[in-house]
């Protein structure tokens, strides 16, 4: 098993462009979502999924979209990206319910907005 | 929405010593309280979790207390190593959503020799 897969690992963006970052697991999880980590604010929720075709806001949503069409995969979409999303992206997974607490997370992919 | 306070921001810990990271939270929640263990350049990984039902779990060196009345709970590293740095981070279940945690800020170990 590969696990949590991200793709791109680094990625440097003027702003204004957009982006998808993407995010691929192999465990057959329903549940995934996407945190951004910055210095001194732990990790802070994004979006999240309870299954293919479902999808709700996190804690910082603005900026961001996302699709489920699959069970496997969840990439994360940047709109019109701005310094301020400058951050490391990580996508995780769980089987939810009572295992919640058991998260699997990708590598993570660095961006940087200039 | 849950609020999750985690201590201290930063600790040094001399080789062989005790490293205790505390974790306090406002919205009692039903489900077990993880921590996660992330050295740099990697993503977060499970390194213990407890049932809100129980006081204490240990595995290896690292132990979780856990005080529900006063809604807090602590990770105790014993025997602390240099292979033990890393960041640290506590979770707690958000009730009434079941996949969402929230995490505190973290805390970052250095065990020195």
């Given at each position: ?32 979502s ?9 990790l802070?929720l994004?979006?999240y ?16 979209n ?11 979409r ?37 | ?113």
């Amino acid at each position: 098993n590969a696990g949590v897969t991200q793709t791109p690992k680094f990625q440097v963006l003027k702003t204004g462009q957009s982006m998808t970052l993407q995010c691929a697991q192999d465990m057959n999880h329903e549940y995934m979502s996407w945190y951004r980590q910055d210095p001194g604010m732990g990790l802070r929720l994004i979006h999240y999924s309870v299954g293919a075709g479902i999808t709700d806001q996190g804690e910082v949503p603005n900026g961001y979209n996302v699709s489920r069409s699959t069970t496997e995969d969840f990439p994360l979409r940047l709109l019109s990206a701005a310094p301020s999303q400058t951050s490391v992206y990580f996508c995780a997974s769980t089987l939810g319910g009572q295992r919640r607490s058991e998260q699997f997370f990708g590598p993570g992919t660095r961006l940087t907005v200039l | 929405q849950q609020q999750v306070k985690q201590s201290p921001q930063s600790l040094i810990v001399q080789k062989g010593g005790i490293s205790i990271i505390n974790c306090a939270y406002e919205n009692t929640a039903f489900d077990y309280f993880p921590w996660y263990q992330q050295f740099p350049g990697k993503g977060p990984a499970l390194l213990i979790a407890i049932r809100p039902d129980v006081s204490e779990k240990k595995e290896g060196r690292f132990t979780i207390s856990f005080n529900k009345s006063a809604k807090q709970f602590s990770l105790h590293i014993m025997d602390s190593q240099p292979g033990d740095s890393a960041t640290y981070f506590c979770a707690v279940p958000n009730t009434g959503t079941a996949s969402k945690l929230t995490f505190g800020t973290g805390t970052r170990l250095q065990v020195t020799l």
